[in-house]
């Protein structure tokens, strides 16, 4: 099915004093005349008829063609390219909804569905954007594709250049990354380099390289990530047979896909695939909560509805969680995240370690790995129940955004109660599981093993 709307796509200004328009093509990651975010403009508007768009990727599920298996090149029409462009694709995106009925009755809920991105390709939401960048990246004539990385970012960019035949190279801040996340990058070929300093000094240089015209930035600064990203709420709407949940509920890191979601939902609303917007909140670690603390000081929307959103975020110069995908004190994406959670009507909140490692036991209870930074939403859900912000009967989807293989030592230092939170200068903070399975020493015989099991029985 042919878009109308993708003949004349372009990047704008989401400033909206400024309102700068740049071509599709432009090498640009933040408007050169006030320095604001970009976002891609598809003009979605211009596509007239949205039953037949349904119907069309319904029917794309079950076609074996590379374009239309992967779960979001399916949704091409809202897309920035037209058929005869170049794509990569790993068949990224098609990843399941879960119910969870041990950790709905955590949060205090009649019902609970995880949305499980950690099933990607690499083990994280990070490929649904990684595929469109890439190809950008292509189209662009790059050689070589860069970005920062907490890590996941990094085995996803590796992965996808290395499809594409693109030298990926990645800056890491050195020991802050687990050692399955490294594993990856280094095993799809990409160029690590280990940066003394925290993820905000890496996305520093990131933006200084971004200058090379041989060189292409893959981090959600790119609105082409954004685009990829968007197409997870396409994909779950889907799922959900196009009924909208009244919460969506996501971790909170470089806000790339808190951002992503909310283009995704409007872009739905705009073409009347969906009645209303869920209300989108985001959910950060307590040590890393640069936004959560903006928004606590925000004046409610609802008195003030058509105030100003804030122009400057106070950063985390030394953000401390174990939660290491959203370790992150100056996130790039912030405004877009914002403005996404406020034109919902969501929350930003944030979660203590202990309130993450429990939430991340919680969902292993429902037979569903995820990595810490994943728990954060079932955290931050049980918080907003408690609150009074998420009815028990309500529906909510919480986003999972990595594999529980991500992290394993998190998981193994958590059940056997050495989990602790490092810091320098002062004694690491200990985090008392709830709900320990620590292993068991037990003697090689029939006997002693029924006896480790009776109590089970």
Known sequence: MANPAAAKPEQRCITPVCGAVYAIHERVYLCSKCGGPLEVDCHVSAIRDREALRKSWESRASSRAPRDISGVWRYRELLPFNDSAPFVTLFEGNTPIYDAPQSAKYCGLDALRLKHQGCNPTGSFKDTGMCIAVTQAVVLGARTVVCASTGNTAASLAAYAARAGLQPAILLPRGQITAAKLAQSMD????????????DDCMRLIQELGDDPSIYVANSINPFRIEGQKTVAFEMMNQRNWQTPDHVVVPGGNMGNSSALG????????????????????????????????????????????????DVLEFEDHPRTLATAIKIGAPVS????????????????????????????????????????????????????????????????????????????????????????????????????????????????????????????
């Not at 969501?346 to 994943?374: F, H, N, T, Y």
């Open 188 to 199: 799809y070929g990409a160029l690590v380099c280990e940066i003394d300093g925290n993820f």
């Open 263 to 310: 283009k995704g939902f409007e872009e739905l609303l705009g073409l009347g695939l969906i009645d209303h917007l869920p209300k989108l909140s985001v959910i950060q670690a307590e040590g890393a909560s640069p936004l959560a603390r903006l928004f606590a000081k925000l004046p409610a929307r609802d008195a003030q509805p058509e105030s100003p959103l804030p």
């Open 334 to 457: 912030w405004k877009k995240a914002l403005r996404a959670v406020m034109r919902s009507g969501g929350k930003i909140l944030s979660v203590s370690e202990q309130e993450i490692a429990d939430a991340k036991a919680m969902i292993g209870r429902d037979g569903i790995g995820c990595e810490p930074a994943s728990a954060t939403t079932v955290a931050g859900i049980k918080k907003l129940v408690a609150a009074g912000h998420i009815r028990r009967a309500e529906s909510v989807v919480a986003v999972l955004t990595g594999h529980v293989l991500k992290d394993p030592d998190y998981v193994s230092a958590y059940h056997r109660g050495t989990l602790a939170l490092e810091s320098a200068g002062a004694e690491p903070l200990p985090i008392h599981g709830s709900f320990r399975n620590a292993p068991r020493r037990v003697e090689a015989s029939k006997s002693a093993i029924l006896k480790v099991l009776e109590p089970q029985r």
